[in-house]
């Protein structure tokens, strides 16, 4: 239950609400002064909403109040209204799920599909630099192209292992492109093996919990529960031996918290689990999406209102739950209040992974490589074009075509060309 403004809601709420108007009576509503649910000291005394009721303060205790041996001495308790036991609530990042680590966790899926992009482009650029540098290809009528297509991808393929593989470009063209090249391959391969470290470590670090076992075998994480109630109670009577570690633990670290908000606070922060009841922290999963509640629960308990000994209430009470029961009241109470507002989130190891804006700089400069090794390459073939036009006295941009024609165009065409060439002279 929570407070807006001057009003209160949740599920107890509308649950004393459905009752009154099943019973008809009217009732007031107050908050317990001690913010406690209600335990019993060494001296006999009640505390919170149990002590209230004892005392005559409150004619009914409208809440998750646990029914336990203890307390119906005490106190008449009707027909429990909801089932529940005790499990233990943790922030996601340190929760219980296993670390999917591989060979592919250091980068994200976006990155990869980045750097097959870059691969790609970086390939077909040193491939055209091949083609389009008079450097790099004087004679196309007469020499071979060393720059293949399956070469190129094979020459950066070997620079990004750092094992290289000849021959090399001899145009600046294809040298600047080369050298871009091998400095993204550098710098991408110390991000990729730096990540990968880290994750390692993280990994070899990692602790899963996921039962009360694997809470009370490690000494990482501090845990505990709300200092009076009926949790602490059956950790404290417990003859389980791990559930004795437990509340030893909880008793020598002074654990407890005073409110279940308290604990949820603490969870939240992080390296803390709150133990409470499997429905109290189901609420408060469905409302902070970093928690995550363990699926083992234990000890399972009802929930039930509790009113003063010999209450004629009571009877009626849980005739009136029955029929809420019946009803299917309960259930879409239940769906109500516990409806989660979260979306999925992605496993801690993804979140770790470099993603393509983390290395934007490094792309940009690769881009801006192969875009200036692509105009230097133009330039080279415009240059001897215009040469050639010169000696020639040609139109530049017929040379050009020509040029462009014998580099991407058929040896056939080209040889044609040659021979018409020398049957005019």
Avoid at 47 to 72: C, H, K, Y
């Amino acid at each position: 239950n929570s407070s807006r403004g001057s009003e209160l809601e949740g599920y107890c709420i509308d649950l004393i609400s459905e009752l009154s108007k099943e019973l008809g009576f009217k009732y007031k509503l107050s908050l317990v002064k001690d913010n406690r649910y209600g335990a019993m000291d060494a001296s006999g005394t009640w505390s919170g909403m149990i002590g209230e009721v004892i005392r005559g303060e409150a004619d009914l205790a409208v809440a998750p109040l646990t029914l336990t041996a203890v307390r119906e001495a005490h106190v008449d308790m009707s027909t429990p209204f909801m089932q529940t036991g005790i499990s233990f609530l943790l922030r996601r990042d340190s929760a219980s799920e296993e670390s999917s680590f591989s060979l592919l966790s250091p980068f994200s899926t976006d990155m990869w599909v980045g750097i097959l992009v870059a691969f790609l482009l970086t390939g077909l650029c040193i491939f055209l630099v091949g083609r389009i540098s008079p450097t790099e290809w004087a004679e196309p009528d007469r020499e071979e192209h060393s720059f293949t297509l399956l070469h190129s991808f094979w020459y950066i393929t070997g620079a990004l292992t750092l094992q290289g593989a000849g021959p090399h470009p001899k145009a600046p063209s294809g040298r600047l492109i080369s050298a871009i090249w091998w400095l993204f391959a550098v710098l991408l391969l110390a991000c990729y093996f730096g990540n990968f470290s880290s994750m390692l470590q993280s990994n070899s670090k990692h602790v899963s919990i996921k039962t009360f076992e694997d809470l009370a075998n490690q000494d990482v994480m501090d845990y505990g529960t709300v200092e009076a109630g009926s949790t602490k109670s059956f950790f404290k009577n417990s003859n389980n031996p791990v559930y004795r570690r437990i509340y030893e633990h909880m008793e020598r670290k002074k654990s407890y918290v005073s409110s279940m908000e308290e604990g949820v606070r603490l969870a939240q922060g992080g390296n803390f689990a709150f133990i409470g009841e499997a429905v109290s922290l189901d609420l408060a999963v469905a409302r902070h999406c970093k928690l995550s509640r363990s699926e083992e629960a234990i000890a399972m308990r009802a929930y039930s209102i509790a009113a003063p000994l010999g209450s004629p209430l009571v009877k009626n009470l849980t005739m009136a739950i029955l029929k809420l029961s019946e009803s299917g009241e309960l259930t879409y109470l239940r769906q109500k209040w516990w409806a989660s507002s979260c979306v999925a989130v992605d496993g801690a190891h993804t979140s770790e992974a470099l993603r393509p804006h983390d290395l934007r700089d490094l792309f940009l400069l690769l881009g801006l490589g192969l875009g200036v090794g692509l105009l230097l390459a133009l330039l080279e073939l415009v240059s001897r074009a215009r040469n050639q036009a010169k000696e020639g006295k040609k139109s530049c941009c017929s040379v050009m075509t020509s040029e462009l024609s014998r580099r991407f165009g058929s040896k056939g065409e080209s040889a044609e060309q040659d021979d018409s060439d020398k049957s005019k002279a």
